[in-house]
């Protein structure tokens, strides 16, 4: 009988040495990918803003914060980001806004021009199925069936089959409302903006 617990002791022994070690070599590559990773958004973010915005030499002069609770309740967090081009002219807004989607949350980053009017847009994160909803990042872009480039939000933009002036993606009507709140969310919230939010200057390199 001593010799089993001895056994169990032993083997528990092990497996808990065995664990700690491999959670010391996940934290420790986590630690070395970190960097890199935050490196790519970083990147990515600043892309999608020359793309959204339709310029390429601008500077972000200010970054603002806002919350607001969406129809069921929830807080939703808003990130505005205000363009200038290298003149100092104000050009508008990227907006990153997300909303619950088909497969999961689909975060959007969206332009507007200093009227309120769409510039242009890109995905930043979505979980759709490859395919349909995935489809949103083309769908809705100037001269697709779905196009909102240059559509004023003031009226919240709907899909046809709710008896608005969008094309929804073909099989996809609930990614493509997911996409169109997170638009109109977007919009609402940059016309909300506090003018005394926090602000950060972060120039935008020209593109070669």
């Known amino acids: 009988m001593k010799k089993l617990e001895s056994s169990l002791t032993n083997m528990a022994l092990v497996l808990t040495g065995v664990a700690v070690i491999m959670g010391g070599i996940l934290a ?10 935050n490196e790519q958004k970083t990147k990515a973010l600043a892309d999608g803003i020359k793309t959204v915005m339709v310029c390429n030499d601008l500077v972000v002069a200010k970054t603002d914060t806002v919350k607001q609770n969406d129809a069921k309740g929830k807080e939703l967090t808003y990130i505005i980001y205000q363009i200038q081009d290298a003149q ?9 806004s997300t909303t619950g989607g088909f497969g999961g949350d689909l975060k959007v ?8 009017k769409i510039l242009g847009y890109t995905l930043l ?7 349909l909803g995935a489809k949103a990042d083309k769908w809705f872009q100037k ?16 899909v046809s089959k ?5 094309d929804a993606i073909t099989a996809s009507t609930i990614t493509s409302r997911a996409f169109l ?8 919230a940059y016309k909300a903006t506090p003018a005394d939010a926090a602000t950060g200057a972060t120039e935008q390199d020209k593109e070669d």
């Open 88 to 96: 100092k002219k104000d050009l508008g807004a990227a907006v990153q």
């Open 109 to 116: 980053l969206v332009g507007f021009d200093p009227e309120g």
């Open 28 to 37: 420790f590559v986590n630690h070395l990918t970190e960097g890199p990773i």
């Open 162 to 166: 709710d008896g608005g002036q969008v």
């Open 181 to 188: 709140l997170a638009i109109n969310n977007a919009y609402t």
């Open 125 to 131: 994160e979505h979980a759709e199925t490859p395919g």
């Open 143 to 158: 001269g697709q069936k779905g196009d909102i480039i240059g559509k004023d939000p003031k009226e919240p933009l709907t």
